[in-house]
């Protein structure tokens, strides 16, 4: 049986990213059959940002960790501020929300 | 502020990542298009190539595409004239992009978004203002909707869809 995973979104109003990321987000843990459970949280300040590291809407942690960190795809460091995040999809191109099996295989990797 | 559709856009003269200034309005007889973008917007950065490719293909009609930057460079450090003229050192711009620090430009014109896209025929009127296209995620789109609109204009026709919801990251005001 699966372990429960913690699932938090989190997100600056200055995007129009999250209710799709929100949705694909669900989608992916739909699939694997895992609770879609998905805690939002606002950041609001630059000072939020800061304190929970946030470099850009949405940003999705899976068990405390960041979805693109938890792939080895971090990259360069960005600052902490209320942005938008920049992703890159499978296929290369620029995106404002992670690439849907980039979500499906660090939800796997979690779960294991 | 804005401009409306059927307005005179004002005119200013803002220098590009060479220094040399660009009035806005245009001093010939064709369109010109100003693209309010960024560096680091997923936005901007998506529709980017599709902008641009755009303007390559209207040069030889001699329509003026300007992409200006207004973001508050300050908070934004990625977004200041220095990061401009290393991003227009290392890539393929077919436009000047111009930089807006005292964000007075997007202010007077009513952007919103990065991109956001204001059409003018010759004379400077506001003709479309709004996306490039309908789906940042879909390069299939082409700028769909600024191409119609410069096809409208460049036929001397206000374009049948004038405006719409400019959609990416909100430009980053000054405090």
């Not at chain 1, 068990?63 to 792939?71: I, N, Q």
């Not at chain 2, 004038?162 to 005001?173: D, F, L, M």
């Given at each position: 049986m699966d372990r429960g995973l913690t699932v938090e979104l989190l997100w600056w109003e200055g995007c129009p990213s999250t209710e799709r990321a929100?949705?694909?987000?669900r989608e992916a843990l739909d699939e694997l059959g895992l609770p879609g459970d998905v805690a939002m949280r606002e950041i609001r300040t630059?000072?939020?940002a800061e304190a929970a590291a946030f470099t850009g809407s949405p940003t999705i942690l899976i068990?405390?960790?960041?979805?693109?960190?938890?792939?080895g795809k971090g990259g360069d460091a960005e600052p902490a501020g209320l942005n938008c995040r920049v992703y890159v999809r499978r296929d290369g191109r620029v995106s404002p929300t992670p690439d849907p099996e980039d979500l499906r295989e660090a939800l796997k990797g979690a779960r294991q | 502020m804005s401009v409306d559709i059927g307005e005179r856009a004002p005119d200013y003269t803002l220098p590009d990542t060479a220094g040399d200034g660009w009035s806005l309005t245009g001093?010939?007889?064709a369109p010109t298009v100003l693209v309010f973008t960024c560096n680091h917007c997923p936005y901007a950065l998506a529709w980017h190539e599709r902008i641009a490719d755009a303007a390559r293909d209207y040069a030889d009609r001699?329509?003026?595409f300007l992409a200006i930057n207004a973001n508050d460079a300050e908070r934004y450090p990625r977004d200041s004239y220095e990061a401009m003229q290393s991003r227009v050192a290392r890539e393929d711009w077919p436009m000047p992009y111009l930089h807006d620090p005292t964000q007075r430009v997007a202010r007077e014109y009513g952007a919103k978004t990065t991109p956001d896209v204001f059409v003018?025929?010759?004379?400077?009127t506001l003709r479309y203002r709004g996306a490039p296209d309908s789906d940042y995620d879909d390069p299939s789109q082409r700028a769909a909707w600024l191409r119609d609109a410069l096809d409208a204009v460049l036929a001397g026709h206000q374009p049948e869809r004038?405006?719409?919801?400019?959609?990416?990251?909100?430009?980053?005001?000054?405090?």
């Open positions: 929100l949705t694909e987000l630059d000072t939020e068990d405390g960790v960041e979805l693109m960190a938890a792939l | 001093e010939g007889d001699s329509v003026r003018l025929d010759a004379e400077g004038a405006e719409t919801t400019p959609v990416g990251c909100s430009i980053k005001w000054k405090r």
